[in-house]
């Protein structure tokens, strides 16, 4: 699976959309770049995935650029509850095992 | 609230003690996984379980010993731990060869060993 480079953190003023960025350059044809979140000592939450398309959910949307080298996830309008570690994860879709989670973006949402 | 459970959801034991944690899943999926996070490092894979069979171990010591009686439920038997094992033990389940492979995880059992 290919790698991906988050910045360690960003804040966000409550209510305005929050941009968290990823690289992935040596993405390849066939992989799907998905974003999952951890709220302090809970479990990962899977937020939106996307292959090559822009992608929109009741959680975010995913903008993926055209040539597929990196990818913003948004969250319209951030909450406090929106405050967790945001990973960033690139795998063939359809391949069991292991989600490579690497140190993630930490979102602060502050009021 | 994801369709995966996991019990305890906090433990404390001696590094003699045996004790087991338990998940499982209400979403119908097939495969089921067992991660390790430890304080400020990323998630850690242990095993994964497909259709009940293990497919993968992920260089883990013996003491942890995974246990797949059928594709809902999931246990981690653990025996003469050690400190640094401390750590936050999630479990996560995904539906393989369907059209949806995202995992969903359990809230994790916190693990304390002393």
């Known amino acids: 699976d290919a790698k991906t480079t988050q910045p360690p953190s960003m804040d966000c003023a409550e209510g305005r959309a929050a941009n968290l960025p990823c690289n992935h350059s040596?993405?390849?044809?066939?992989?799907?770049v998905y974003w999952y979140r951890q709220i302090h000592s809970q479990g990962p939450q899977y937020i939106i995935h996307?292959?090559?398309n822009n992608e929109t959910n009741e959680m975010a949307s995913l903008i993926i650029t055209e040539d597929r080298k990196s990818s913003t996830l948004i969250l319209p309008h951030a909450t406090l509850r929106d405050t967790a570690v945001y990973y960033c994860?690139?795998?063939?879709?359809?391949?069991?095992?292991?989600?490579?989670f690497g140190k993630g973006t930490k979102l602060s949402v502050k009021p | 609230e994801t369709g995966v459970t996991q019990t305890p959801r906090h433990l404390v034991m001696g590094m003699t003690n045996k004790k087991s944690l338990k998940c499982e899943q209400h979403?119908?999926?097939?495969?089921m996984y067992w991660y390790k996070q430890s304080a400020k490092k990323p998630l850690e894979l242990m095993f994964v379980?497909?259709?009940?069979?293990?497919?993968e171990n992920n260089s883990v010591p013996s003491r942890f010993s995974p246990e797949c009686p059928n594709s809902s439920h999931l246990f981690l038997h653990l025996h003469t731990l050690q400190p640094e094992d401390s750590a936050l033990y999630l479990c996560?389940?995904?539906?393989?060869?369907?059209?949806?492979?995202?995992?969903?995880f359990g809230p994790g059992t916190r693990l304390t060993v002393t």
């Open positions: 996307g292959l090559k």
């Open positions: 994860i690139v795998r063939v879709r359809g391949s069991q095992g292991n989600l490579i």
């Open positions: 996560a389940s995904s539906q393989v060869g369907g059209s949806s492979y995202e995992q969903y």
């Open positions: 979403l119908g999926h097939n495969a």
């Open positions: 040596t993405i390849s044809g066939n992989e799907y």
């Open positions: 379980y497909n259709f009940k069979e293990q497919t």
